[in-house]
């Protein structure tokens, strides 16, 4: 896999496709309190993150830790809620006149590096409208945390499996693209956040990524192997990439099936706590890239397509 310096993800963008095809990154108008799965506008953003700011000044920072405890180390408080709830607040104000921090707890700020990182992805799609490509997504039961200051350990332990999986999968070493987001969500009955990957894979990387992962002699034990991974198709561009990056913050129950398509707002107290734990994540933490490499603002394949050949490029020093 290809780590990608955070600086590197703050600055990369579409360099021409948007220009040319920005129709897959329209947002679309509803309600002001619809939750939608949809690319949303700016101003659909500004108003989640002044929502996100109310609810951290009502937050009870004491309740919290009493309730939960935090031996491992204090994360909950090395940002207290008030001070994100301002950041937040300044984020969201159209009026502002100096650029914002970065700050993954933003709804703002995630739109916007939608539109950079998944913009600059779409052009190997659009340069090769011959290869196959899909979304993706990856999960085990591992990668669960409450409030203890185990994320930081989760983040870890979700980069090993998914590069453990790419590795006996054959897929980092397979011509192609792949990009992944490390999302969450609530599961209410548990009081457990649960990290999981979605991402776009296109090539000879979704062929290998199809494949179960093959344990060898030097690959991990099995029970320290790679991830449950699902494959599904592009339908709505707009739709699925705000899955894989969303600009708001959900539960998911575990009485509810698996495929019933539900959409419900996470609850607090959690959802100012697991605003507070991302706000201590940078974007090189949570998103991970494979088979391309950081170019002039963009993003280049490792290996490009000619006459359904791959041909190794190298990589620029």
């Known amino acids: 896999m290809a780590y990608l310096s955070t600086a590197e993800l703050e600055f990369v963008g579409p360099r ?12 679309e108008a509803r309600s002001q309190n619809e939750l939608s799965p949809h690319f949303e506008t700016v101003e659909v953003c500004q108003r989640e993150d002044r929502r996100r700011a109310a609810a951290l000044r009502e937050f009870d920072e004491g309740v919290v830790s009493s309730s939960f405890g935090d031996n491992d180390d204090d994360w909950l408080f090395e940002r207290s ?15 502002r006149t100096i650029p914002a921090p970065p700050c993954l707890a933003s709804s703002v700020y995630l739109r916007g590096r939608q539109i950079g990182v998944f913009g600059a992805a779409l052009e190997p799609l659009a340069a090769h409208p011959e290869l196959d490509r899909a979304w993706f997504s990856g999960s085990h039961p591992a990668l669960s945390f409450r409030a203890n200051g185990r994320g930081v350990r989760v983040i870890a332990e979700a980069r090993s499996r998914l590069h453990d999986h790419l590795q006996l999968s054959g897929t980092s070493s397979a011509p192609g693209f792949l990009l992944a987001f490390l999302n969450g969500h609530l599961i209410p009955e548990l009081e457990q956040f649960h990290l999981h990957y979605r991402g776009l894979v296109l090539g000879d990387k979704l062929t290998a990524l199809r494949q179960p992962s093959r344990p060898t002699p030097a690959s991990p034990s099995p029970a320290r192997q790679g991830l ?36 419900v707002r996470m609850r ?24 391309a490499f950081y170019w002039y603002g963009g993003l280049e394949l490792r290996q490009c397509y000619s006459d359904n050949k791959a041909v190794q490029i190298a990589i620029p020093r």
């Not at 561009?237 to 959409?263: D, F, H, I, K």
């Not at 706590?273 to 494979?290: F, G, I, P, S």
Request: proline share 7%; aromatic share 6%.
């Open 268 to 291: 607090e107290p959690y959802h100012s706590m697991y605003l507070l734990w991302l706000a201590k994540r940078d974007l090189a933490d949570l998103l991970v890239v494979d088979g």
């Open 228 to 263: 449950a991974i699902a494959i599904h198709p592009i339908a709505d561009m707009g739709q699925q990439l705000t899955r894989v990056m969303p600009w708001y913050l959900r539960e998911r129950s575990t009485a509810v099936p698996a495929n019933a398509a539900t959409l």
């Open 81 to 95: 809620a008030d001070e994100l709830a301002t950041l937040l607040d300044q984020i969201a104000d159209p009026d």
């Open 16 to 27: 021409d496709y948007i220009q040319r095809r920005g129709s897959a990154l329209q947002p």
